[in-house]
């Protein structure tokens, strides 16, 4: 067996940088996410990195546009009113097309709000949370191990595409320890693109800008945006389906939340219930087709590493299982995500906790229940 | 098998670190293993309280409604946590702060006179170790020498010199469990 390590989630955030290849850290203290600059303060310099904690969010998510333009990975994390003050900024780089890596360890709001996990920033990340038509590409863990996982993916999709990658997490997941296996082998930022602004000595300067005083020339731009965005939506889904293929009922939700839902599902599974578990790993692309196969009864069990085919068990004459997202969010934001999948072709309910409550396995098994009861009646 | 675990004291009990040392020593024995815990206001003079699984399947849920064992150092979290311990489970109370056993007749219910058998040893601090040993000893649920180890891992360097201490104060622990299930 590989040598596992005892880590807490803040922490493997900022390991899972450093050996994903970035040596950029700019940012701002705000609990719960506190973890992740203390790291990045003691191991950047170790690797020849630069840590700077800079004066507020509004200052740091600005560093990270400097240092991107210059072609460097980079990233920053905070919690919900950081990451709101940082949406300016986060508008900017998505115009000017550049790569960085954003981290929100989401915690309960609105305003100041709480200090404990929430899942209410998902609008936010996954609709455009500053101004403009703009997408980020939203992951979102459910274990230590996978944020090493995403981490290694996120600093080359936001390459890829020249778009920040924003990882969504929570409370739970920043504050919990867990053990991971660290990459064989660290990763190595690539050297920094043509486009970056390396200094001029020898060609003409580069010059990296989201303004297009044209009204025709910002149209035209922001249609090549929109063609990135469906190239994305297109090859970068990623889901978990698990024992969906049988279940009455399944289970939606992401990260933390998703692993409330999976002890669920077993207590549901221990009493006979049909329990699927429906994980969505890309928040934005949402994995809209795989749901509506699910919907359909002709959705496949498995994890998928890009956009779902179809096909797969048939369900006889059954239809297609009845829907429970759930979030920590006091009216669920996902869940609209999930109702535009399923398109009214079977029922999608909703239970949330919000605040910095988490849900507990039994609070979602009653929930199972009760929905059982009333399709039964 | 699944233990899910609770520990609960006031601040400086040592409660998280005792969470902590049961989550290395599951992992050292190759079992999945998760560690959450209670984080916010509560923590400054109030109660601390961490939730340890410890499993041969993937871990779900790290936060647990119906814990299976719980460690209460004190006594609102005696009172606050020992309703919830499932059925047949374990309660292992620090009855050196604690005068009232808790209330369940459904459950295992061990007194450890943590604080005191710590004084005995010479270090009040080491009472968590105490109860660590009364709970590894009662329960199974990692070995002596799996928690050894981990004391390795989670104690600074410069502290190693006290792993000795806190061995002998595992091994009272574990002592003081066996005598009762005797």
């Given at each position: 067996m590989p040598e596992r390590v005892l880590m807490k989630g803040n922490e493997a955030v900022g390991e899972a940088a450093i050996q994903a290849g970035c040596r950029y850290f700019f940012g701002y203290p705000i609990t719960p996410q506190n973890e992740v600059p203390e790291y990045m303060a003691r191991r950047l310099p170790e690797v020849g990195g630069v840590y700077l904690q800079a004066e507020s969010e509004v200052a740091a998510i600005n560093m990270v546009y400097g240092a991107a333009g210059a072609g460097v990975r980079v990233m920053t994390s905070s919690s919900s009113p950081g990451i709101s003050l940082m949406q300016e900024g986060i508008s900017y780089i998505c115009g000017a097309e550049l790569p960085c890596v954003i981290v929100n360890m989401v915690r309960g709001g609105?305003?100041?709000?709480?200090i404990q996990p929430a899942q209410s920033d998902y609008f936010q990340a996954t609709k455009g949370g500053g101004h403009g038509d703009y997408r980020l590409i939203v992951l979102a863990p459910s274990s230590l191990q996978e944020i090493f996982d995403l981490m290694g993916l996120a600093f080359p999709l936001a390459e890829k595409y020249r778009n920040p990658v924003m990882i969504l997490g929570d409370g739970v997941l920043g504050q919990m320890m867990e053990p991971v296996v660290l990459p064989d082998e660290p990763a190595q930022a690539p050297p920094?693109?043509?486009?970056?602004?390396?200094?001029?000595q020898g060609r003409r300067p580069n010059v990296i800008n989201?303004?297009?005083?044209e009204a025709d020339a910002c149209e035209a731009h922001n249609r090549r945006l929109q063609a990135k965005y469906d190239e994305i939506a297109r090859k970068e889904v990623r889901y978990e389906a698990l024992?969906?293929?049988?279940?009455?009922v399944v289970l939606v939700a992401y990260g933390s939340v998703a692993r409330v839902c999976h002890s669920a599902m077993e207590l549901a599974r221990a009493e006979g219930i049909k329990v699927g578990l429906f994980r969505p790993i890309t928040l934005w692309p949402f994995p809209s087709q795989a749901l509506a196969q699910i919907a359909a009864g002709t959705g496949e069990t498995g994890v998928a590493g890009a956009s779902g085919t179809a096909g797969a068990p048939g369900r006889g004459d059954s239809p297609g299982p009845a829907f429970l997202t759930v979030e920590m969010s006091a009216g669920g934001q996902m869940v609209e995500d999930v109702r535009l999948a399923v398109n009214g072709l079977r029922p999608v309910h909703f239970y949330g906790r919000s605040g910095g409550v988490v849900p507990t396995p039994h609070e979602v098994l009653e929930q199972i229940r009760a929905l059982r009861k009333a399709v039964a009646a | 098998m699944q233990a899910e675990i609770v520990i609960a004291g006031f601040g400086g009990q040592g409660v998280m670190v005792l969470g902590e040392l049961l989550a290395y020593a599951g992992m050292l024995e190759n079992r999945n293993v998760s560690w959450f815990p209670s984080y916010g206001p509560e923590m400054r003079g109030g109660t601390a309280n961490c939730t340890v699984v410890i499993s041969d399947?993937?871990?779900?849920?790290?936060?647990?409604?119906?814990?299976?064992i719980l460690v209460a150092m004190n006594l609102p979290s005696s009172l606050k946590f020992a309703p919830l311990v499932l059925e047949n489970g374990l309660i292992l109370y620090n009855s050196s702060l604690i005068e009232q056993p808790p209330d369940r007749q459904d459950v295992r219910v061990i007194s450890v006179p943590a604080n005191k058998i710590a004084d005995d040893l010479?270090?009040?601090?080491?009472a968590n170790m105490v109860v660590l040993g009364a709970l590894i000893g009662a329960s199974g649920v990692v070995s002596l020498d799996a928690v050894t180890e981990s004391l390795k891992k989670v104690l600074p360097a410069r502290r190693h010199n006290l792993i000795p201490l806190n061995r002998k104060a595992l091994e009272a622990g574990m002592a003081l469990a066996s005598a009762v299930s005797a």
């Open positions: 609105p305003g100041l709000g709480s920094p693109p043509p486009w970056a602004t390396t200094g001029c989201s303004l297009y005083i024992n969906t293929s049988d279940a009455e | 399947r993937r871990i779900g849920s790290p936060v647990v409604s119906r814990p299976g010479g270090e009040s601090r080491i």
